[in-house]
């Protein structure tokens, strides 16, 4: 890069903007254009769709680019699809179309909360543009195959174009940095194995928590790419498991650890950055069974580290369920659909109509913005942006637009205005509502000669399109509240639930295994969610605690049932009236803590279960 080119940039930056999205917006933006003006060519309806398509699909690098792309392509041949089918059940019966919408628009949004990566946002993008198809072909239904085909071309169109060029000048994910971040936290884990042998503490299982779990938030944009990418995170998932494994252990009040053990845990400790393979520890012969657990999980997790542990990773993966936020996906289905369902029965009742433009702004806000940890307040910003948007649109259409003599001077009117883009979306101050912005000006632009409505009809739709964000807003505030203390209180009542089915009897051992690590990392995302809070919450960071330490106990209990041989049956009848004690509720807890002091005055001292119960008094 040119001092020339430096010296105009820090300009800009004294002026606030920032310099990587100054320039990624730039390169954004003359893609966008090149795709309105192709699509313009090719004669389709809509040309500014494509250029729509071109910022939705731009991405910091170049893996994301290219599978957010693909996804975009699927999720919207399956909205089209959907879209078509009902406005033909519409014409049959006008219920059926909002209806149908509703109910396709809350599952898809529902079920892309429960899914990770691109392939969430193709499941909601499937459902809101339905919604684009059907609802803009209310005036003229018997166009609806004509429509589905424009907005199947446009966003051909925007998508091979964003991809195409797009590829050239988005630059590689960094090589090494998902492998580095877990040496790092993996040496952390080590570490805090020889500080709490010198010196017991709970802190060293939070401070660990707390890496793993910001870790752990990231795994999935690390995964999009390729199946490889997709390869590395399984295995990174497994050494997360093992981070974790160690982290819980080190609840254990004290670690009795011989000197040669220390040091052997801290030549690892050292070699942990640059280090090509790791050998396993040995075993100190006429070890507690306790210490031995501790060296069986530093194995686990050095050999996890080991790029070619095909054994480790093969057998740990079928055990590797991950959370699933059921609840929070159950919600946003039914804020999605009622919103949804009310406005369009409104629609029905009245024949207003600006109602149709209204249910399409809602039906993305209701479906992108539910996966938010504060949507409420992410609304203020779209609102902003949309009207500032829509001011921009009616700016065009009646100041600018008079002056263009074809479709094409509208077109290259246009260029001025998505110039602005680059300026909103990189200052500081409009970032957060800069995408906004530019979607609802390029959809209220439709560069037809002559211009097909009047402004009062133009107005009605720009004023409708900000109100979808202004309602959504009282629906995410209202309509089970999505805010971060809820979604942690929602979190950790879901695991509080999940933990009692842990406690079944009968279970097999990879029905534990799977209870386990999907409980873990439910947990995990709760601690993470805690962290962010502007002020901490200390006493959920020791409840989080607590739970872990009970999972850990429940799981110790039911695998010392399944081995016969280690425990007598009278204390196996203590085991399982414990579990059936915490396995319902009403249940008193005065009775379980009894039981379990009894239970450790009968286990031999040194034993696993033993120190658990040590953990969890």
Known sequence: MSSATLSFLSLFERAGFDRNRLTFAFKTATV?????VVAQALGLEHPQWSAMTVWATAQPMREHLLEKGLWRFLGTISGIIVGVALIFAGQWQPWALVLGLALWVGLCSGIGLLQRGMVAYGTILAGYSAAM?????????????????????????????????????????????????LRATSAACLHSVLSQAKSPASAHTTDLLQKIALLDEGMDMHAIGSLKSRQRVQQARLVLLAQLNLALYLQQPQLNLSEDLQAAIAACTQAMPSATAFTTLPTPPQTHAATAELVSLINALLLALNPSSQTTRTHAYTHLHLHRNW?????????????????????????????????????????????FENPAWFMRYVTLGQAMGAGAALVCMWLVWPLAHSSWQMVWWMLPFMASCVFIYAHKRSMLASFDYIMVMLILLQPSFPIHIGFAQSVGNAVSVV????????????IFPAHPSKRLQHLLTMVRYETRSLCAPHLQADQVLA??????????????????????????????????????????????????AQVSSSTRRLMR????????????????????????QRLPTFTLLHLMLNTAQ
Do not use: C
Not at 467 to 478: D, H, K
Not at 579 to 600: F, I
């Open 467 to 478: 109100m979808g964000p202004a309602i959504a807003l009282l629906a995410y505030r209202f």
């Open 327 to 371: 609840l929070g996906a159950a919600h946003t289905f039914v804020r999605s659909f009622s919103v949804l369902g009310a406005v369009g029965l409104l629609w029905l009742y009245t024949g207003w109509s600006f109602l149709p433009f209204m249910m399409l702004g809602l039906s993305v806000m209701l479906s992108i913005f539910a996966s």
């Open 32 to 36: 966008a254009f090149i795709a309105l």
């Open 577 to 600: 009236a414990v579990l059936k004690t915490w396995q319902s509720p009403e249940r008193d807890a005065q009775q379980a803590t009894h039981m379990l002091q009894v239970l450790h």
């Open 133 to 181: 198809v059907a609802l803009l072909s209310t005036a003229h239904p018997e166009h609806v195959l004509l429509l589905g085909l424009d907005r199947f071309l446009t966003i051909a169109v925007g998508v091979v174009l964003a991809m195409g060029l797009g590829y050239f000048f988005t630059p590689k994910r960094p090589a090494h940095t998902l492998s580095d971040a």
């Open 515 to 564: 209870k386990r690590t999907r409980l873990i990392h439910s947990l995990l995302r709760a601690q993470r969610l805690n962290d962010k809070h502007a002020q901490s919450n200390p006493d959920i960071a020791a409840d989080i605690l607590k739970q872990l330490a009970k999972i850990e106990l429940i799981v110790g209990l039911q695998q010392s049932l399944q081995d016969h």
